[in-house]
């Protein structure tokens, strides 16, 4: 007899379960081929609108808030006229935002940020500017230079001619290297013109707060050439120039990358006001500095140093006068 041949079936598989084993599996490539799809087209669609003419942003539609008041009607002709270099692009352009901020910070040296870039479809942009404000004079001969609290050089008019803003410059510098570079637009190109800056933003910050620096104190101008000591000049040290010509050593200002172990403008201001306290206006006074850790110093008749120490008020002994 023949041995029984011994047979082996395969398992089968139940077309449910092979169903709902596949049924993710097709909808995950079935979505991945509508993202395709669509992104194909949403790109051709988007490379349309992108050089559709009706979406272009002509330099001439851009909308901005009124520019300042205290800008002469020059610099307004000059700063628009400047805008019209941006270059004409998509409301749909990549990084527009981005890319329009960068050339209308370069269009103009007036131009100091962009605030806010609003889309208005389809071919307008509403743009907010942040200008740049002349702080601080410079006399150059004739000329008079006009720059902000960077030390950039704003603006230039004869001296002759009161100022064409609608505000004066409060504050003059003074002691500046006569050969230094200087030229519209740009950084002074002598640092002692950006230090001296720098502390007339911070002065006339403390003077327009509630808490003014001292109004029995006028400050007039900033000085920045070098003072002398024993041990030479001192380089990026200011001063202040009060209306009464006392000189009050300041420093630096807090904003100077040199300056950051200057003492805090607080400080030196409740500094100047203890020195004040005892010498009314710094009637008499030559000097005075508030830019010491401890109590402030004043020189009076070309005398010597003498440490202003803090005012106690202390109440006679019992029995004593």
């Known amino acids: 007899m023949k041995a029984a041949r011994k047979t082996t079936s395969k398992p089968r598989i139940d077309p449910r379960i092979l169903r709902d084993r596949l049924t993710p599996i097709a909808?995950?490539?079935?979505?991945?081929?509508?993202?395709?799809?669509?992104?194909?087209?949403?790109?051709?669609?988007?490379?349309?609108?992108?050089?559709?003419?009706?979406?272009?942003?002509?330099?001439?539609?851009?909308?901005?808030?009124?520019?300042?008041?205290?800008?002469?009607?020059?610099?307004?002709?000059?700063?628009?006229?400047?805008?019209?270099?941006?270059r004409p692009r998509s409301i749909f352009a990549e990084r527009f935002e981005d890319d329009l901020r960068a050339e209308l910070r370069a269009a103009s040296w007036w131009i100091e940020d962009?605030?806010?870039?609003?889309?208005?479809?389809?071919?307008?942009?509403?743009?907010?500017?942040?200008?740049?404000?002349?702080?601080?004079?410079?006399?150059?001969?004739?000329?008079?230079?006009?720059?902000?609290?960077?030390?950039?050089?704003?603006?230039?008019?004869?001296?002759?001619?009161?100022?064409?803003?609608?505000?004066?410059?409060?504050?003059?510098?003074?002691?500046?290297?006569?050969d230094k570079f200087v030229e519209l637009g740009e950084i002074a190109g002598d640092p002692q013109i950006v230090a001296g800056a720098r502390v007339a933003a911070e002065v006339l910050d403390v003077c327009s707060s509630e808490r003014r620096i001292l109004p029995r104190v006028q400050i007039q101008a900033i000085d920045v050439a070098h003072p002398?000591?024993?041990?030479?000049?001192?380089?990026?040290?200011?001063?202040?120039v009060t209306d009464r010509n006392v000189l009050i050593r300041w420093g630096r200002a807090r904003s100077d990358p040199s300056g950051s172990t200057e003492q805090p403008v607080e400080r030196k201001v409740k500094a100047l006001e203890r020195v004040e306290a005892r010498f009314p206006g710094l009637s008499g006074l030559d000097e005075v500095r508030v830019d010491l850790e401890g109590d402030p110093m004043y020189k009076a008749g070309g005398g010597t140093w003498i440490r202003c120490e803090e005012y106690k008020d202390e109440a006679a002994a019992p029995g004593k006068p």
């Open 27 to 86: 909808k995950v490539v079935a979505g991945v081929l509508v993202l395709v799809v669509f992104g194909l087209v949403g790109e051709r669609v988007a490379d349309a609108a992108r050089k559709d003419p009706r979406f272009i942003v002509d330099p001439t539609l851009l909308v901005h808030g009124q520019l300042p008041h205290w800008m002469p009607n020059e610099v307004v002709t000059n700063v628009r006229e400047h805008l019209r270099s941006v």
């Open 114 to 178: 962009v605030r806010t870039v609003e889309r208005l479809f389809p071919n307008r942009v509403r743009i907010d500017m942040i200008m740049r404000k002349p702080i601080a004079t410079i006399d150059r001969g004739d000329t008079c230079l006009l720059v902000d609290g960077q030390g950039r050089v704003l603006y230039a008019e004869p001296r002759s001619r009161p100022t064409a803003f609608g505000f004066t410059p409060r504050l003059q510098i003074r002691g500046a290297a006569e």
């Open 228 to 240: 002398t000591t024993g041990l030479g000049a001192i380089p990026g040290v200011v001063h202040l």
